[in-house]
C-alpha cells in the first residue's frame, strides 16, 4: 500500500552487491566499485516488497543520475517508474520520495 506523502531515505554504501533480503526499508544502498558509483538498490516504496535495481553507469540503459545536496541527501533521476508489479512512478530528491501522480 503506498504511503501517501514524503519519505525520508537514508544513503549507504557498499562496495559488493547485497543479497535483495539485506536491503534495509527506507534505505538506498550505492554499490561502489573502485570508488565508481555502479548501482543505487533500494525497496519500492509503496511496501510491495520488490527490490528495485537502479544502473548509475551510463554504459548501461536506462541508467540514473545522482546527485548529493550540501547536507549528503541523495538526488536520482529521472523518476523511477515501475511499469509491472505496483506500478509505482515516484522521484528521489534530497532524501525523501516523492510520488508523481498522474491525473
Same mark, same amino acid.
Given at each position: ?50 527490490? %528495485?535495481?537502479? @544502473?548509475?553507469? *551510463? /554504459? ?9 545536496? $550540501?547536507? =549528503?541527501?541523495?538526488? %536520482?533521476?529521472? @523518476?523511477?517508474? *515501475? /511499469? ?9 530528491? $534530497?532524501? =525523501? ?7
Amino acid at each position: 500500500m503506498m504511503e501517501l506523502g514524503s519519505i525520508n531515505y537514508v544513503t549507504k554504501f557498499t562496495d559488493t552487491q547485497l543479497p535483495h533480503n539485506k536491503i534495509p526499508e527506507k534505505t538506498i544502498i550505492i554499490v561502489r566499485k573502485n570508488n565508481l558509483m555502479k548501482w543505487a538498490l533500494m525497496q519500492c516504496p509503496c511496501g510491495c516488497g520488490e527490490i %528495485l535495481t537502479l @544502473s548509475l553507469m *551510463k /554504459s548501461v540503459n536506462p541508467f540514473w543520475d545522482v546527485k548529493f545536496d $550540501k547536507l =549528503k541527501r541523495l538526488s %536520482l533521476s529521472p @523518476s523511477i517508474h *515501475k /511499469s509491472d508489479g505496483c506500478c509505482s512512478h515516484f522521484y528521489i530528491k $534530497k532524501g =525523501k520520495v516523492v510520488w508523481a501522480f498522474y491525473y
